[in-house]
Every structure is written in C-alpha cells, then in structure tokens.
C-alpha cells in the first residue's frame, strides 16, 4: 500500500467538499461540481478502505508528487492512456514555460549599483526552486532564493505561491523581518502541513547596506575584500509554523563586495563515491575566484560542480550579487581605459 500523510489529505478533501456543496446551488455550472463532489466521495472512500494511493489498473504506488498536487489522482504514471499522457505532458510543458516566465528578468542585472547573474535548471521538467529579483521603485532591491519541499509539480506550484506572495507584500514597504513573518503565515494558512519552504531573502539598499533573513536555507557566501564569510541560518523555514518570527542580519557591503545565493542542489550534489559537494568547497570555490564579475562567477560554480559530480538529482539555482556603486564602476572603466592606452602605446 502506498504511504502517505493520510490525516492531511482526508482533512483536504473534507473542506473541499465542504466548498464544493456550498457552490453547488449558487452556480450555473452544478453538473460539473456535482461531478467533481462525487470525485471528492470517491477519494474519501479510498481512505477508508485502505486504498488510497493505490493504482487502480496495477495496484502499484501513486507518484507521491502528483497525489499531494492532486488528491482525486487514481492512476499511476504508467497506466494513464496515451490520451492522458499526451495531456499530462502538454500540462507539464505549459507549466515550464509558465514558471521561466517567472524567473528574473535580466534586463535589470546591470542596474547600477546592483548586478547579478543567476543560473536556473530543473531535475525534472519543473522545478521546486525559487529565484526573484524585485526592485522595489524606492532604491531597493530584493533578491530572494529558495527551495520547497517535494519535487515535481507540487513543488512548482508551491514556488509559483512563493513568488506571488513576495510579489504581492514587497510594495507594502514592511520591515524585512515583518514581510518575511507574514510570507510565512500566508504560505502556512494556504498549504498543506507537510509543505514548507527554506528561503534567503535579501534586502540591498543603494548605499550597500544589505538585510539578510535566513530561513532554515544553504548559508549565502560574502565575498568582501578578499576575505570569505558565510551567513548562517537563523531561523526555521517557512510555513513551519504560522506565528514564525525571523532574525535579521545586517552588512556594510564595501565597493566590489559579492554575496553568493544558492540552493542545496549544489551543495548537496554527491559525487560517485556519494561525498557531497558542501559549502567549504563552494567556499574555496569562491576565494579562488573572487574578482571575477557575477556572470563568470555563477559559471565558475557550475563547471567546478559538474568536474565534482557526473550526474545529479535535484534542482540547481545560483545568484551572485555584486555592489558596484557609481564612484567605483568610473573608476574601474578609467583604469581599464589607461591600461588599454598603454598597451597601444
């Protein structure tokens, strides 16, 4: 028998139940959501007969990906006709295309005095990963990066939730540690118990001060005057708990400084012997690397990672940020512009 959270799941069935009988006599389309209820009973009955889960054409396991994003699931990956998986792969493809949508737009990486580069890659077709860059219209930006639990489309669709949600509270201008307490209680209220989300979430003024709320994520890496340092977490990841309070950090970064974002599928890559990648080795990464801009940074990761571990099972992201503020960005294009000259000359 397949194992699942079935608590969860009866309780998510029931309050859907719950809604679908309470539309029922004020829609126009009562046919349909009469069908749907019945579903729903069905789903319910499976539970109580120990059925739930189970395949109904080979009695094998129901991905667990796809029971948690749909409980009214009933068939196994393998039994769907070709009809439904032709729909099934049209859905995911949509769905990829949907969430690249959602990625960073990297017309504002060179928006003085921020720039950043990010890489983006999916296990699967989608991804449970989670990167935005906000600029804010005060002379903020917000750099966030995360990493829901579970995989395939539940994953994607809670990231999807993750990115409204900061969308949707950024404007309000609350204090970094208020807007991420309050992502957390809507993200809490509006997803199933066993759903929760480890998340960085940056606040960089103009001046290069920057704000850093670790919620239960990889440490960011701060590259500052050739010197490495790691921000440790400080809090537990989002939607543990609804009342979650979180820490702050705050940082002076100096002209030229780099802080490193990434999600524990660079960190936790194994290599064939199953040793995993780790931060000192990303950390050694970074120290070596130091003055290259963030563009060539996130590459150097990605090479040293894939000589460290030929194959890989987990969504990948990485952002490298940089403060480069005016005075700096002239003075290093006069530099270049005299090396060049004496090198004509």
Not at 150 to 156: C, F, Q, R
Request: with cysteine; glycine share 8%; net charge negative.
């Amino acid at each position: 028998m397949a194992t699942h959270d079935h608590s969860m799941m009866r309780d998510q069935l029931i309050e859907r139940r719950r809604r679908l009988e309470g539309s029922i006599g004020e829609s126009q389309e009562a046919v349909q959501l009469m069908r749907l209820l019945d579903e729903v009973d069905q789903a319910l009955d499976r539970l109580n007969h120990d059925a739930f889960g189970v395949c109904e054409v080979c009695q094998g396991e129901i991905e667990p990906d796809r029971l948690s994003a749909d409980p009214l699931t009933r068939f196994c990956l393998e039994c769907l006709t070709p009809a439904q998986q032709r729909a099934l792969q049209r859905d995911l493809e949509l769905a990829a295309s949907i969430q690249a949508g959602l990625l960073p737009n990297q017309a504002i990486a060179a928006a003085a005095p921020w720039q950043f580069s990010f890489h983006y890659e999916a296990a699967g077709p989608v991804s449970g990963d989670y990167c935005d860059v906000v600029n804010d219209g005060k002379g903020n930006f917000y750099f966030i990066i995360g990493d829901v639990s579970g995989k395939g489309i539940a994953a994607a669709m809670l990231m999807s939730n993750l990115h409204a949600l900061f969308r949707s509270l950024i404007p309000l201008g609350l204090p970094l540690n208020q807007l991420v307490e309050q992502a957390s209680r809507v993200f809490c209220q509006s997803t199933l118990a066993t759903h929760f989300a480890t998340l960085v979430c940056v606040k960089a003024s103009t001046s290069g001060e920057i704000e850093i709320c670790n919620a239960g994520h990889c440490p960011p890496i701060l590259l500052s005057a050739g010197e490495i340092s790691t921000v440790r977490t400080h809090g537990l990841p989002l939607g543990m708990f609804c009342d979650e309070q979180f820490a702050i950090e705050k940082k002076q970064l100096r002209a030229g400084d780099v802080l490193l974002l990434y999600t524990d599928g660079l960190a936790e890559a194994e290599d064939g012997d199953g040793n995993p990648y780790g931060t000192d080795r990303l950390c050694e990464l970074a120290r070596r690397n130091r003055s290259l801009a963030p563009e060539l940074l996130v590459g150097a990761c990605l090479n040293d990672l894939k000589g460290f571990s030929a194959s890989r099972a987990d969504d990948l992201t990485v952002l490298a940020v940089q403060w480069i503020p005016q005075e700096y960005a002239l003075a290093a294009d006069t530099d270049a512009t005299a090396v060049k000259r004496e090198t004509v000359n």
